[in-house]
């Protein structure tokens, strides 16, 4: 496994008697992962601690190999991860250009290299008809995608995404989604997704960090977090229905009929390669096999419960309402001209 691309110990925020975040520890590997968490649950606060510009109450954290508390390594690290904030960043009386190649210059690119990247970025993200308009001119969307390349002008190692979709009607909302699943698989960026938006994460992200009154409750691969205990599976069969039961009894499988020609079985090896001789045994065919797989949402609303039963004894598990988790070289970089999405 290649190195983490961001390293927690023990990371503390607090402000007076209010603990934003309480002794984070996590490793996160190079890739796309979403922090998800409701609103309030502290996933702002440990971007700006990951960013250097709030300082930790306790611990420590590193990123891209740096620590953001030293200034010297603070300048270093802007220069290899690209920031899109989740409030306006934007400067009035400038035009598209005009502030991601002045951005791309904070960063230490020089002027010839940031207004190269500035049209490059401008194109990637569908804003290349309206890269000399006054920021007035832009919709809510143009000002999202804006703020995404200014992210990327300096061609970044690693993206911090503070809920990209904020504010995207539908069409906007797929665009950003399809970029932002560009940049973490075609592209082969790291990615930190920060969203209160389960279905965000899940088409974007390989792993998940969920998080909740400034404590991690869960995280690890998608894949790993929604597998169903036990190894559940649903299988299709043609042939003899009755037959392919009573010898799954005979050997000790676990069963429920789910429909017609459908089976629900606990498997007893990791493959299916057992149930698929069964079924020959008795003249059937398996034509479908489906692991059972848990929802995000499950596992999410589990690693909640399992929180606040921890904190508060006897509590109620909050609603997915009440969480508002909802279901709903440099100038090259690998980027293609010419995203689709809504035309400027």
């Given at each position: 496994m290649s190195a983490a691309i961001i390293v927690l110990?023990?990371?503390?925020?607090?402000?007076?008697?209010?603990?934003?975040?309480?002794?984070?520890?996590?490793?996160?590997p190079p890739g796309p992962t979403g922090l998800l968490g409701p609103n309030g649950a502290g996933k702002s606060t440990l971007i700006k601690l990951?960013?250097?510009?709030?300082?930790?109450?306790?611990?420590?954290?590193?990123?891209?190999?740096?620590?953001?508390?030293?200034?010297?390594?603070?300048?270093?690290?802007?220069?290899?991860?690209?920031?899109?904030?989740?409030?306006?960043?934007?400067i009035p009386r400038m035009n598209g250009v005009e502030i991601v190649t002045a951005l791309g210059r904070l960063t230490g690119m020089n002027a010839r290299d940031a207004?190269?990247?500035?049209?490059?970025?401008?194109?990637?993200?569908?804003?290349?008809?309206?890269?000399?308009?006054?920021?007035?001119?832009?919709?809510?969307?143009?000002k999202q995608r804006l703020k995404l390349a200014q992210a990327l002008v300096h061609d970044p190692e690693l993206l911090l995404l503070d809920e990209p979709t904020n504010g995207l009607d539908p069409k906007g909302r797929k665009h950003m989604l399809e970029l932002v699943h560009d940049l973490g698989r075609a592209q082969g960026k790291s990615l930190l997704l920060c969203s209160h938006l389960l279905p965000d994460v899940e088409r974007t992200c390989e792993r998940v960090v969920m998080i909740d009154k400034g404590r991690i409750r869960s995280e690890g691969s998608i894949e790993e977090l929604t597998r169903s205990e036990g190894n559940w599976v649903e299988v299709e069969v043609d042939g003899?229905?009755?037959?392919?039961?009573?010898?799954?009894?005979?050997?000790?499988?676990?069963?429920?009929?789910?429909?017609?020609?459908?089976?629900?079985?606990?498997?007893?090896?990791?493959?299916?390669?057992?149930l698929f001789e069964l079924?020959?045994?008795?003249?059937?065919?398996?034509?479908?096999?489906?692991?059972?797989?848990?929802?995000?949402?499950d596992v999410f609303l589990e690693a909640l419960s399992a929180g606040n039963a921890r904190l508060q004894p006897g509590s109620s598990l909050s609603s997915p309402e009440d969480t508002e988790i909802g279901r709903s070289g440099r100038n090259g970089a690998g980027l293609e001209p010419g995203a689709p999405g809504e035309k400027p």
């Open positions: 110990e023990g990371l503390e925020k607090r402000y007076g008697s209010i603990r934003a975040l309480e002794g984070l520890t996590l490793e996160l990951l960013l250097g510009q709030l300082e930790p109450s306790g611990g420590r954290a590193r990123i891209a190999g740096f620590d953001p508390t030293q200034r010297g390594q603070r300048l270093a690290l802007r220069r290899r991860v690209g920031y899109m904030p989740e409030s306006d960043c934007l207004i190269t990247r500035a049209h490059e970025v401008l194109d990637y993200v569908g804003l290349e008809e309206a890269r000399y308009r006054g920021l007035d001119e832009y919709s809510t969307g143009m003899d229905l009755a037959a392919f039961q009573r010898r799954l009894g005979a050997e000790g499988f676990e069963l429920e009929a789910i429909g017609p020609q459908r089976l629900r079985v606990l498997m007893l090896e990791p493959d299916g390669d057992r079924a020959g045994s008795c003249g059937t065919i398996l034509s479908e096999l489906t692991i059972e797989r848990s929802s995000l949402e």
